[in-house]
């Protein structure tokens, strides 16, 4: 098994203010994994490194997103694969949507709950929706890693679990910052815990309970 | 306005996409009856030889050139002064339907034909130079004026000042709030001034304009470098010298520096106004009877077929396709100059080439076109584009600079262009387009009198015929048309939700 990522005794800032210390750990290939932690300790910044660490195999669903709003869904979706075609394919596909790019981006939009908005401005969307068309880009793009921040934060329960069972079974290697630790336990196999700007916790996650993940978000 | 908004699952273009293509579309059409011959046999030796020159610069006469400089600053400085005072007093009163009316009309006509009309009255003066800048831009800075305290949210805090004289809660309250953006943008229609000064030796004032056209008739090409560099340094260290603190003393010097002020000639105010602007047929009419009325009709219908049509015709065709020109232009130039696309030593280029283009008057550039291509509507076409696509592009490209991507957006700059930049300011470029298009049919107007056949040139022919009448009828249309225009930019800039902020 390879190593995607490692940190020997680093330390991560966010802007001049350093949120993790002096921390070290490593993630292998095919380990999906669940960082936690109070939002304020880390797990952005983290992920960000680690996105620099595999510029070129990951796959993101940033929190704040990152969509174009006054292109479409479709548009939104395909763009995960924009390094994959030529700029001819990309332009005409911008001006004039291809038929089999058209199918596929149906077929992943229809898994994704996200029915008859394939060509609405993402900025017309909602919240839920826009959440969904960042995840379709990453799961269009089919990389081996996805590195996930809050993924699922705007969704019900019912299309949180689906989605992330898609992301887990899909992806070789996952990363992603989880609030609700009872989605870290059901679907990740390690989980990562920050707090007070260290790793307090870093387990595989059938040793875990959830009163073990809640204390990092009590404790100060 | 927004038919791509309901569920759809079939691709249909959007409301902005549906306006860029009709214009591009329209703009095509125009291209058939548009005349875009090169008539000299060897344009491009001509072309070589003009940019040979700036390898050595040099004036003839320095002291001329150098007083022709003074007089192209002090004739801003005294326009713009003049104008921001009196468009700030009107701005007061912008709510009211006849001063808008007014506002609209006097910045409606561009300076160089408010030039050719106050040349009639006060002859080749210090008056005419200084008042055909400051009577179109006092409309202009009314109505900016009036933007700006509309949008500083005044109003919301009016009613915190009980019992408060007007004059100190207008101090109080709305001072603090437009103080800055009326100095930057008085600063930058300063700038304007000082353009629209320098081409106004082209009418025959005294400023840089004068020299220069006289330069380039005789193919000094040497002297036509030095007097565009020296415009050039002036724009650009505007910066430097124009100070707050230096302003009075600048128009002290101003007004000492300028020419002697001729005397004002009164029966020559009288007879412009009494005489020579009334219609042909009314003059010496004893009593308004059917066969004046007749003779009147008469005089409006053969002008308005005969020349206000086809002026109409070629302005509206040339605007068009300058309008677009000026766009496609200006979404090629805006990643040269954008952080997003180039690094340093290569963007340096393309951002001074934009500063010349843009600081290069639209008329200059006409002109100078004009002497190397011929007299077709190529050269008005190109420079049109050249100095407006420089503008949006400049500015386009300080807006994409703060656009942040996704970490994993495509690597490709190709790909990077067409899905994450150009969707995002597209709104914005969209705006400063259509912000332009009633300013690039007043500047193709204007360009008729180099002989392209807009209204310009009838109006110059009108006036060069000493027929008045005729010349202040077609203005009035020219104006009229203009105002359409706007209105109608307002309306698409309304309707497609169009701001000059950008939207991410």
Redo the contacts between chains.
């Keep these: 098994m390879a190593t995607l990522f490692t940190f020997k005794e680093e330390s991560a800032a966010y802007g001049d203010k350093t949120v993790l210390s002096n921390f070290s750990f490593s993630i292998e290939t095919g380990e999906k994994v669940a960082l936690i932690g109070k939002s304020g300790s880390g797990k952005s910044t983290l992920l960000?490194l680690m996105?620099?660490q595999q510029t070129a195999g990951?796959?993101?669903i940033?929190q704040d997103l990152?969509l174009?709003?006054?292109?479409?869904s479709?548009?939104n979706t395909f763009?995960g694969k924009?390094?994959q075609h030529s700029?001819t394919y990309?332009?005409v596909n911008?001006v004039?949507?291809l038929s089999e790019e058209?199918r596929l981006v149906?077929e992943l939009h229809r898994s994704l709950n996200l029915n008859?908005?394939?060509?609405?401005?993402v900025g017309?969307l909602s919240g839920g929706e826009q959440q969904r068309v960042a995840i379709a880009r990453a799961l269009y793009?089919q990389r081996d890693i996805l590195l996930g921040d809050e993924p699922v934060s705007s969704l019900d329960e019912h299309q949180s679990c689906d989605i992330l069972n898609t992301i887990v079974t899909t992806h070789n290697t996952v990363v992603l910052a989880l609030h609700d630790v009872d989605h870290a336990l059901d679907y990740a196999d390690r989980v990562i815990g920050l707090s007070n700007g260290s790793i307090a916790l870093d387990s595989p996650a059938c040793d875990l309970n959830r009163v073990d993940l809640i204390g990092l978000y009590q404790n100060d | 306005m927004n038919a791509?908004?309901t569920?759809?699952?079939?691709?249909?273009l959007?409301a902005?996409s549906w306006v860029s293509v009709s214009f591009i579309a329209l703009a095509l059409i125009c291209l058939i009856p548009a005349d875009f011959e090169i008539y000299p046999s060897d344009p491009w030796l001509e072309f070589t030889r003009f940019f040979s020159g700036v390898a050595n610069p040099s004036i003839n006469n320095i002291s001329f050139a150098f007083r022709l400089l003074v007089n192209t600053t002090s004739f801003a400085l005294l326009g713009v002064s003049l104008s921001c005072v009196i468009g700030f007093f009107l701005s007061l009163h912008f709510h009211r339907r006849l001063v808008r009316a007014v506002c609209a009309f006097v910045r409606a006509v561009h300076e160089i034909f408010w030039a050719l009309i106050l040349l009639q009255i006060f002859g080749l003066s210090v008056i005419t130079g200084v008042l055909a800048i400051a009577i179109p831009y006092s409309g202009v800075f009314a109505k900016v004026y009036s933007e700006i305290m509309e949008e500083s949210g005044y109003r919301r805090r009016d009613q915190l000042f009980f019992h408060v004289d007007s004059v100190s809660k207008f101090l109080y309250s709305k001072v603090p709030d437009v103080w800055m953006h009326f100095r930057s943008y008085t600063r930058y229609r300063f700038e304007c001034g000082l353009r629209s000064s320098a081409i106004l030796g082209f009418i025959g004032l005294p400023t840089l304009g004068f020299t220069l056209e006289s330069a380039f008739s005789q193919g000094n090409y040497s002297e036509v470098w030095a007097l565009l560099l020296i415009f050039y340094l002036l724009i650009s260290t505007l910066g430097l010298w124009m100070r707050k603190a230096l302003l009075p003393m600048y128009l002290i010097t101003a007004i000492v520096l300028l020419p002697e002020i001729k005397p004002v000639s009164f029966d020559n105010i009288a007879r412009f106004f009494s005489h020579d602007i009334v219609p042909y047929p009314l003059r010496g009419a004893v009593e308004l009877n059917a066969s004046v009325f007749a003779d009147l009709r008469n005089w409006f219908w053969s002008i308005f077929t005969e020349q206000a049509l086809p002026g109409i015709w070629d302005t509206l065709v040339l605007t068009q396709i300058s309008l677009v020109a000026t766009a496609l232009l200006a979404l090629f130039l805006f990643p040269l100059v954008s952080k997003k696309f180039f690094k340093r030593p290569a963007r340096s280029f393309w951002e001074i080439l934009l500063v010349v283009l843009r600081s290069t008057p639209e008329y200059m550039l006409a002109y100078m076109l004009l002497q190397l291509w011929g007299p077709s509507m190529l050269p008005a076409v190109v420079a049109i584009a050249v100095h407006n696509g420089a503008i949006i592009g400049h500015l386009l490209g300080r807006h994409s600079g703060s656009l942040?991507?996704?970490?994993?957006?495509?690597?490709?700059r190709?790909?990077r262009y067409?899905?994450?930049v150009v969707?995002?300011v597209?709104?914005q470029f969209l705006a400063f387009l259509f912000y332009r298009w009633e300013i690039i049919f007043r500047e193709t107007a204007i360009l008729g009198i180099l002989g392209i056949s807009t209204l310009g040139f009838y109006i110059d022919s009108a006036i060069q015929e000493l027929r008045m009448d005729r010349a202040i009828l077609l203005i009035i249309i020219t104006a009229l048309i203009n105002i359409g225009i706007d209105v109608i930019s307002r309306r698409l800039r309304s309707n497609l939700h169009l701001n000059l902020t950008p939207?991410?």
């Design positions: 960000s996105q620099k990951c796959a993101l940033p990152g174009v709003a006054s292109l479409s479709f548009h763009m924009l390094d700029r990309n332009f911008l004039y949507p058209k149906t008859d908005k394939l060509f609405v401005p017309e793009a | 791509v908004n569920g759809s699952t079939s691709y249909k959007g902005r942040a991507f996704r970490a994993d957006s495509s690597v490709s190709v790909n067409l899905f994450e969707p995002r597209y709104g939207n991410v």
